[in-house]
């Protein structure tokens, strides 16, 4: 590797056109990745394309004119003063916000790139264009700022913030409050049964663990098999997977750490199952709260739906391990 001060001017321009043409492609494919969720967005990138495309013919033509047709093959993972950059472009149901970041982190890198190779050139034309290519991405820049300040601020920003809240309920809320009902309702008629066969938390705590965690291995594959988010748009399955998993063992577990109440302590067995009790009010009516929230299911509606259910698994272990 090199460093960009050693380069000659034919580097540069070299690999200044193949810096644009990178650009070009890069805002290309973040605008076809965002024309369905963010069409205002995928505009801006679409025009950002089109300006990193006029950048690369001018250079080209400059190129040619002083060096010829064959365009030495530099790239900037060739030379040392660029930071290398994970492509993340490749991700899919990438988010908006890291789009814009990447975006972002290429246009100042871009300014500096061509600030610096114009101190170095001493060709006047070479100089003078890279001057000019300074000022365009800065008011590129400027003009990104400007168009996303403009989308945020019309009728398309809340079109899109809309899409945003809409994405991130199905890619985070729904598995996890799939997961955190599954994890607090199904686990409760094997914690009990436990409890109330053996009146020994240890050995209660054991089976709610084994519960718990089994519990959260088997959501989280099912979730992520499902689908792979292609056509439901619900995004990365291994992200809906663990939490789906991750959340179903803590729906489990809230109930469970009662039971490490020693077997010791006077009363212990009635202690934890009180503790237990208490969680599992508060983690139904969390449940419910979520619903709410997020669901737009009535409050009373969802209390009863998640409380009467709950309600009826409790009563089910209880009954099994008392008898």
Known sequence: MTRLSDLSEREILALAIASEEEDHRVYMLFAEQLKDRYPATAEM?????????????????????????????????????????????????????AIRQEAEAREAETV????????HAKDPAVRELLQRLVRDERSHQALAVELEQSIAGGSA????????????????????????MDGSVSTLAPL?????????????????????LGAGISMGFAEALSD????????PPIVRGVVTGAMTTVGGLGHTMPYLVPDAW??????ATSISAVVVFVELWAIAWIRARYMKTPFFKAV?????????VLATGILIGAS
């Open 45 to 97: 990138f679409e025009r950002m394309a089109e300006v990193e495309l006029d950048h690369r013919e001018a250079l080209a033509e400059l190129y040619k004119d002083r060096f010829g047709p064959i365009l030495i093959p530099i790239r900037k993972a060739d030379v040392v003063s660029f930071v290398r950059r994970p492509p993340i472009w490749l991700t899919r149901n990438l988010s908006l916000s």
């Open 112 to 119: 500096k790139f061509y600030a610096r190779a114009a101190e």
């Open 157 to 180: 920003g809340a079109a899109e913030a809309e899409t945003g809240r809409r994405q991130f309920i199905l890619e985070y809320i729904q598995p996890g409050l799939v997961g955190l």
């Open 192 to 212: 009990f049964a436990a409890a109330f066969a053996t009146h020994n938390n240890w050995q209660t705590f054991l089976v709610g663990l084994a519960a718990s």
């Open 228 to 235: 792979d988010g292609e056509l439901s748009g619900r995004g």
């Open 266 to 271: 006077p009363n212990a067995f009635w202690i």
């Open 304 to 312: 009863l739906q998640i409380v009467l259910g709950g309600a009826i």
